[in-house]
């Protein structure tokens, strides 16, 4: 009964600040400057909250299709505040050029946030939990399908090798993302159903909408949430994006506006996400549907997210558009990198504390070298030492897996099995050896 009231109460709290964000900024452009302020704050409260009714949903309708395809839309679904994000910013670009360079650091922020802070602290949880069971800490072993995130993710990382030459983003690109993802979505779809526990996944908000006896009340319930999340943020992701670039003008200096917009926006949008990783993290038996659930998410910002960019830049501006990103190449440069890192990580299918310390150390040496220098060759600089320790580390990787390496192997044989329908268990049932595993 507690527990009930509990999750109630939760939701008509989410609800009642995301209301109040719309009508607060109904009409933002007469209020006064001083009372912008509290209108940042109503809005960086409301993004947390919608996002926290995508994320309560979208974990509830994760029960009727396989693992990788519900995992991925849960990611997909997850990340829409960082689509509505970079779309403004986007869309705001087309019109004013002073907001082109921000275009870079949303996206670069929102993917290394999840591999250099989410990545290692699913590990931790997951350590911390074993400490206190008196287990052995060996890492998070993954199966066999879930080799089709990781030979993704590494391919979508490698394809900003050509955008960093290229110096651009163009609608071209747009259409060999989507293409990606698309393939990618497609892959996840033809692999089977999973019987995964309600009780045992989920908790709070999302077992409750999982409990609704009747399957069209439980449909509506969902689909409200969606829909009233969305409406949330068509209304206030505008004054979200101009008050956040006014309270960094304003409290730090028009010089801390684009690292405020890579990583204030970001780990407000995927707070919820995180939060709900960490909680299948805590059980440590769905470590490996947490991590994947990150892996996921860096996949859709690696390719769909993007995507949105140059489509949205050119509606806004009124031709096909080209988005110059020469300037930040750095930036791209380093989110490639350590996406490469995750996946070298990944590449024996284990993901270990080794991995867990090297991602997150570099990350918040990279996070913090901007805040502690003093001018930008200085961060530029530091910036692609980072990249190049990264890379380096990436290659050492691939030597120590040599002779382990079975991401690409796995990969083959699931598209064999599930995909091309050619293997003995492709309509069968899942042997107890392809289990996700935490050893």
């Given at each position: 009964m507690r527990r009930s009231v509990l999750t109630q109460t939760s939701v008509i709290f989410a609800l009642a600040i995301a209301a109040m964000a719309i009508v607060i900024t109904y009409d933002v452009e007469t209020i006064p400057l001083g009372t912008l302020i509290f209108v940042a704050l109503v809005t960086f409260a409301a993004v947390v909250s919608a996002a926290m009714l995508i994320a309560w949903a979208g974990e509830a309708a994760q029960f009727s299709v396989s693992q990788g395809l519900a995992l991925a839309i849960v990611a997909l679904v997850q990340t829409l505040p960082e689509f509505f994000v970079e779309g403004q910013i986007a869309w705001l670009a087309g019109k004013d050029p002073e907001w082109l360079d921000l275009v870079i650091a949303n996206f670069t922020g929102a993917n290394r946030l999840l591999s250099g802070l989410g990545w290692p602290l699913i590990l931790f949880i997951v350590e911390l939990q074993r400490r206190r069971k008196g287990q052995p800490h060996t890492g998070i072993v993954l199966r066999r399908e879930h080799s089709i995130e990781v030979v993704f993710m590494l391919g979508a990382s490698f394809y900003y090798i050509l955008i960093i030459i290229k110096g651009t983003l163009t609608i071209l690109d747009s259409i060999v993302m989507t293409g990606v993802f698309l393939a990618y979505t497609a892959i996840l779809a033809k692999l089977p159903s999973e019987e995964e526990d309600p009780d045992e996944a989920l908790e709070g908000v999302p077992l409750s909408l999982v409990k609704i006896p009747a399957i069209r009340t439980r449909a509506a319930a969902v689909l409200g949430l969606f829909l009233f999340s969305g409406l949330v943020f068509v209304t206030i992701v505008d004054p979200f994006v101009k008050s956040m670039r006014l309270i960094a003008i304003l409290v730090f200096g028009s010089g801390s506006v684009f690292f405020f917009?890579?990583?204030?926006?970001?780990?407000?949008?995927?707070?919820?996400?995180?939060?709900?990783?960490?909680?299948?993290?805590?059980?440590?038996?769905?470590?490996?549907?947490?991590?994947?659930?990150?892996?996921?998410?860096?996949?859709?910002?690696?390719?769909?997210?993007?995507?949105?960019?140059?489509?949205?830049?050119?509606?806004?501006?009124?031709?096909?558009?080209?988005?110059?990103?020469?300037?930040?190449?750095?930036?791209?440069?380093?989110?490639?990198?350590?996406?490469?890192?995750?996946?070298?990580?990944?590449?024996?299918?284990?993901?270990?504390?080794?991995?867990?310390?090297?991602?997150?150390?570099?990350?918040?040496?990279?996070?913090?070298?901007?805040?502690?220098?003093?001018?930008?060759?200085?961060?530029?600089?530091?910036?692609?030492?980072?990249?190049?320790?990264?890379?380096?580390?990436?290659?050492?990787?691939?030597?120590?897996?040599?002779?382990?390496?079975?991401?690409?192997?796995?990969?083959?044989?699931?598209?064999?099995?599930?995909?091309?329908?050619?293997?003995?268990?492709?309509?069968?049932?899942?042997?107890?050896?392809?289990?996700?595993?935490?050893?």
């Open positions: 917009i890579q990583w204030v926006a970001p780990f407000l949008s995927e707070f919820p996400e995180k939060v709900t990783a960490f909680h299948w993290a805590r059980t440590v038996k769905l470590a490996p549907m947490a991590l994947l659930n990150f892996v996921s998410s860096s996949v859709n910002e690696l390719t769909i997210l993007v995507a949105i960019i140059p489509i949205v830049f050119s509606i806004s501006s009124n031709t096909i558009g080209t988005v110059p990103v020469a300037a930040h190449s750095g930036e791209i440069l380093l989110t490639m990198a350590q996406s490469l890192y995750a996946c070298a990580s990944l590449l024996g299918l284990r993901y270990g504390l080794r991995n867990a310390l090297t991602l997150f150390s570099l990350w918040l040496i990279s996070t913090l070298i901007p805040i502690f220098s003093y001018n930008n060759s200085a961060v530029l600089v530091g910036r692609e030492v980072i990249s190049v320790v990264f890379l380096v580390l990436a290659g050492l990787e691939v030597f120590l897996h040599r002779g382990k390496i079975t991401v690409f192997r796995e990969f083959r044989q699931t598209l064999k099995e599930y995909v091309k329908g050619r293997g003995p268990r492709a309509n069968g049932p899942r042997s107890s050896a392809s289990k996700a595993q935490v050893i």
